[in-house]
């Protein structure tokens, strides 16, 4: 084996040194076998084995142990032409009924790569790094700020009256901070017309705090219901970068963006039945992520052993709990955001990719609507429908640049019909 | 010349001291808010034990507990699919083509599907397909709650299984008994299905209309050979000559208003001469160019009259209007020659034969005989013959499809008798209707929506008909439960594929499906047969008594959908009453008899009830004078009546099957006589006037048309004039408003033309379907609270002059009855009105809250959300076009329609809001689907085509009288109508700068 490795360090000395001649960028990914093994193994290999347990295939953890790196790579280039030489492999390819596919365009580095990365590790607790989900709602606060400046400088104004005239009564400085303090009350107790003052800035203000509080009846602004399934978005979109659409396929076809079905997570989940140790954080343990990938299995119906959908099941769909409720009489179309104005889906959803879970990241109200419908410039350059539009508005007002509001996005009839 | 005809919609305008007339034209909402009902008792009040303060807590307690209560949000759930076809996604809708069939109404359509639920019906325009109101309704007949669910022996729910092991068992023993196994279905122009009754070996297969043609039938079969109707293109018409035939109407399957339509609008300064001699007022009638009205009886005479002018050069000079009328319908026909044509309806084969000689004799080029029509194939004889033989018990297995003979036939009480004789009696049908009752197998059968089939509505046009959701209920097609009886394995889909396959079609069958069509080239030639045809004119026996014409109404047809409310409440066009049947009489006779119409306080129709004797059947009906009504004759719609599996509302009216002897439309020697109380009528006819205002139907003739030394601005065609600083200035010119310039973008225009327009009514069902319209019931049609944001007014209008009188031959008296009394033989225009989007718009400056808007796109937006419900917007609008809930109409047991059941729900648009109480609503030009259309053009990156631009109404419209588009494309169909000579706008003088734009109606009198 050691010679094998000193081979190998060898090799791959030559070649990362002639890589990096080339690709400048390419030092990174040359630093360990076993990290650019775990990105090829993650691209080639993972869909159909796993280190720890068979899937499609046979786990691969230690299966160097197994085989020679020289029987392992003539198996992975052309397992169909290695089988017609070789017992072994023959007896091999009956594990299952599947053929795998040859890879034939794996170099030998790369294939010493991925095997290095199958040599099993100990494993080495890594604190969870995913910190919880934090749900800071920023309230704004400036109002308060200001009114408590404005009581403080009142105070001090009245304190520095009371002073001021003390002083020129009696001529003297007062003489005890205590002194002055009752001094201040006294006053204060008998100054109508600031007790007047004082009482309409009181109204004023709870008015303005009450008016606050109504308006936010039925504004599920940072709503964020218990769902279902403990279904992490930080997981999906931000640790594996899942794009928006690829779960949520009919937001740019259709007003709604489409919660997905069951079966677009078997897409991924057919193999992935369980999550990695760091996936688990200190809030949830990896037992209750599988837990909550085996709900998906109970919906369609999967055998994650056999791995096969169990015939004449009864699939029971995921009733999840709407988040971003409009009111029946406004639409609200996600194809015309999504596709036409090109919206990413940040933009009203907010940071998803980093929640653990989703929760309403805008107000939704309809001055939210109007206040980016406002702002927001059409880009008439692109899309071949305001062709015509652009011309006409070059031609007549000489204006090259037209807000959504302009263009008639603010009228009642566009979202209440 | 513009003309000075005066227009009226009832008889009561007519009558200048009608106060109630006059009250409705002060009025906007004809009932004063009923707090007298509450306050004005005061004896009621005073025994009240609630106190003031006991009020007071209850107010406050209930505020308190309300407010407290919605601080919490429901939880809504969102269920995506375990699996999601992938055809579907949630939000778009998914068009199928597939054919309606149901034996009264044959259409090539497109469906609209919403996440698997079909929720309108498109006409096929790519096929020819043409919807009527029944078809665009029967979207809704698949929600029917009152459906047969599922097989049933004698009323006990069996498993499809039961019924299949015991009928086998039963047919085989009857079979070998030597019995008759009979067949009775309706007309569904599918070869396949007669090809499968056929393999049952060796049956008799009786078809059915419950509205028949046989006449006609025979008819052809005796000039032509085989059985069926000759197709007619009435857009190759110069010359038509009806005689009883409501063409526009069901006439031999209806389907014809498209060609009529397009030989009406004057294009080159030519357009179709329609003359029409009837009994009833028909809708066919009503457009027709000279209207000449005869007795059912006269109708044989007429066409035997006509025969002779025609084909056999004799002209008689008698000195009767009928014999002027027809010498003069003749004379033109010989004129047109090959582009003439006569059709009948009477139901009489020699009078059908007549015109077929007629149409063979001329060179008929508006009539085909070699590619048939098939939407009718009843044969009437054998009907009977088998009614005959189950009662003398040689039937012995009697199998009924979509068929309900216990309701409509004459004789329904020797069908029951018959039914009790036979071994074995299956019902299939989708209702739970009479028949499926009186049957001992109900078989459940799916709605057209929900099943498979192949149609060949004419010979060598075929169409495919496709499921468009799963089956609601546990239903199994008659033509698969056949096949299995018969020992096939085969699934009808298969069967149609297979025959798709033999048929050698042109093209896959993927494609076919997809199109919803394919055809068979025909080449056969056809020969007419020479027959005798000089048997002379036969009268029929019509001494003494009234003659009855039956009729069938646009709205319910023969009946099988008279559980479908949107059916319900369409006003009959010419009638303009909902919810009912009546009997039609003229106003002579009605003084006759002492029938009286009259109008009460809040506008509703009150009619005396009459009791009417046909031999031995007598049937208490209420009666509606009608203008244009023959004297002498009387009229009654089929349809009407059922009472079995109905929701307790749409039972209405009376079953005139009954009347319907010897499946003849004509009965002669009926009586009547008045007995004692009064009908409530629901009719709109005084509803939504104009305030009296004039100006609104504009028309003018053939001749003025085309003289082209007139400016049609200042005659046929005037623009209104007022007066400003002293000067008389076209009122277009003035405005109150600064003009909001809406030249960028899209500015949507509707046009309507009155001489393509027909008064079908499909529009309004399809209006009905695409926005959500609640329907509210008989009781509040009468209060005018009438929910339709389309509604077809009807006007009645008469120019009886000196001149006219000596050019049609009237005879003195006549002419004077006529000139004095307009409404015995009136001319009638439609108007289909909705919101007229107005650019100024009065009533956007009179809402309080700002509630209706207008959009630069031309449409009057009026959101829901904000409206308060004060109503000025109504009372501002002089077009009267704004409806207001008075009531929640969804989720209401008091009006226990559609939208009250979770299955009548599935049919909701899920893209327009459903109003709640207190707000206005009206007609949004379908504003969510001018939307839809320009987002889909921006998603593909294009300009949007002027053909992609529709509403509702204008998909629907089959003649092509509602055209809508863009303006701002100047290439635009609508752009182009906009600037014709024959547009015009609704009251112009008011300033109001409508974007719906209507074109004169030019007649060829």
Known sequence: MKSVKQQRLISRLTLSSIAFLFIFTLNLSAQGDAANGKKLFNMHCAACHKLDKDLVGPKLGGITDIRTTEWLSAWIKDNASFQEIDADAKEAANFSAASMTAFAFLSDQEIDDILEYTIPVEVVEVAGSAAAPVVVQEQDNTLLYMLTAIVIVLVLMVFNLYRTMTVIKDGVESKSIADSLNGVWKAFKGNK???????????????????????????????????????????????????????????????????????????????????????????????????????????????????????????????????????????????????????????????????????????????????????TEIDMTENGYYKKIHEQLANKYGVEKVTEAQMGGMECGKCHY | MASNKKYWKSVEELNENSSIVDTLRQNEFVEEIPTDEFLGNKESLEESSTTRRDFLKYVGFTTAAATLASCEGPVRKAIPYVVKPNEIIPGVADYYATAIADGFDFANILVKVREGRPIKIEPNKEANGSTNARVQASVLSLYDGLRLKGPKQNGNAISWSEADAQIGKKLKDIQAAGKTVAFLTSTDASPSTQNIIASLGDVRHVIYDAVSESAALDAYQTMYGNRALPS?????????????????????????????????????????????????????????????MI???????????????????????????????????????????????????????????????????????VMDVVVTNNTRQGNDAEVMQLVADMKAGKIGALIINNSNPVYTLPNSADFVEGLGKVDLSVSFSMSDNETANATEYALATPHYLESWGMIEMKKGQYSLMQPTIQPLFDTRQFQDAILKWSGSEQSYYDYIKTSFTDLGANGSWNQALHDGTFTVDVTEEVVANEFDLSFGYKAPKADGGLQLQLYTKTGLGDGQQA???????????????????????????????????????????????????????????????????????????????????????????????????????????????????EHKFACTQLQNTMMGRGDIIKETTLDTFNDHSLDPKHTWNPVPVVSLKHQEVEATTVDLWDEFDRSVGHHFNLSIDLNACTGCGSCVIACHAENNVAVVGKE???????????????????????????EEGVGVKQKFAEMEDPSANPTVAFQPIMCQHCNHAPCETVCPVAATSHGRQGQNHMAYNRCVGTRYC??????????????DYANNAEFDFNMNDDLGKMVLNPDVTVRTRGVMEKCSMCIQMTQATILKAKKEGRPVKDEEFQTACSNACSTGAMIFGDINDKESQVAKLKEDKRAYHLLEHVGTQPNVVYQVKVTNA
Not at chain 2, 269 to 281: A, D, I, L, P, T
């Open chain 2, 563 to 677: 559980n479908n409310p949107w059916l319900q409440e369409l006003p009959d066009p010419i009638t303009r009453t909902t919810w009912d049947n009546y009997l039609t009489i003229s106003q002579a006779d009605a003084e006759g008899f002492g029938i009286e119409n009259w109008n009460v306080a809040d506008g509703g129709l009150n009619g005396s009830l009459v009791e009417l004797t046909l031999g031995d059947v007598v049937v208490t009906l209420p009666a509606l004078i009608q203008p244009g009504q023959t004297v002498g004759s009387i009229g009654l719609a089929l349809g009407y009546g059922r009472k079995v599996g109905m929701k307790e509302e749409m039972k209405t009216g009376k079953n005139a099957y009954h009347f319907y002897s010897d499946f003849n439309n004509s009965q002669y020697g009926a009586s009547l006589k008045v007995v004692a109380g």
């Open chain 2, 295 to 365: 007795t059912p009886a006269e109708q044989h005479l007429a066409m035997a009259k006509l025969y002779q002018a025609v084909v056999q050069g004799i002209s008689t000079r008698e000195a009767s209007p009928i014999n002027t009328a027809v010498q003069k319908a003749a004379a033109k026909i010989k004129k047109a020659g090959k582009n003439a044509v006569v059709v009948t309806g009477v139901q009489d084969a020699n009078i059908q034969a007549y015109a077929l000689a007629i149409n063979n004799h001329i060179q008929s080029e």
């Open chain 2, 780 to 806: 509040e049609i009468r209060k005018s609270r009438d929910m339709h944001w389309l509604r077809i007014d009807r006007y009645y209008s008469s120019d009886m002059t000196a001149e006219r009188a000596e």
């Open chain 2, 874 to 887: 109504a009372n501002n609008c002089p077009y009267k076009v704004r409806r207001f809930n008075w009531f």
């Open chain 2, 232 to 292: 007619y293109d009435f857009s190759k018409a110069k010359v038509i000559v009806g005689v009883g035939s409501d063409f526009l109407g069901d006439w031999q399957g209806g389907n014809f208003e498209n060609g009529y339509a397009k030989g009406r609008i004057p294009t080159k300064g030519k357009m179709s001469h329609h003359v029409q001699f009837e009994s009833n007022m028909t809708l066919t009638g009503a457009n027709a160019d000279v209207r000449v």
């Open chain 1, 193 to 375: 017309f600031l007790h007047f003052l004082l009482v309409i800035f009181f109204l004023l203000n709870s008015a303005y705090f009450g008016f606050g509080w109504l308006m936010q009846v039925g504004l599920d602004e940072g709503y964020q219901p218990i769902q279902p399934i403990a279904f992490s978005h930080a997981i999906h979109a931000g640790d594996n970068k899942i794009d928006c659409e690829y779960c949520h396929t009919s937001a740019k076809h259709s007003k709604t963006s489409g919660i997905p079905s069951a079966n677009v997570c078997m897409n991924c989940h057919m193999n992935i039945s369980e999550v990695a140790e760091s996936t688990a954080t200190e809030e949830h343990s990896k037992e209750f992520y599988d837990g909550e990938i085996q709900k998906i299995y109970d919906a369609v119906g999967w055998d994650k052993d056999k791995l096969q959908y169990i015939e004449g099941y009864e699939k029971q769909p995921i009733e999840w709990v709407r988040i971003h409720n409009l009111p029946d009489f406004a639409y609200y179309n996600h194809s015309q955001h999504v596709t036409v104005a090109g919206l990413e889906c940040q933009k009203c959803h907010g940071p998803v990719e980093e929640m653990e879970e989703v929760y309403q990241y805008s107000p939704l109200t309809m001055e939210w609507c109007i206040e980016c419908h406002r702002e």
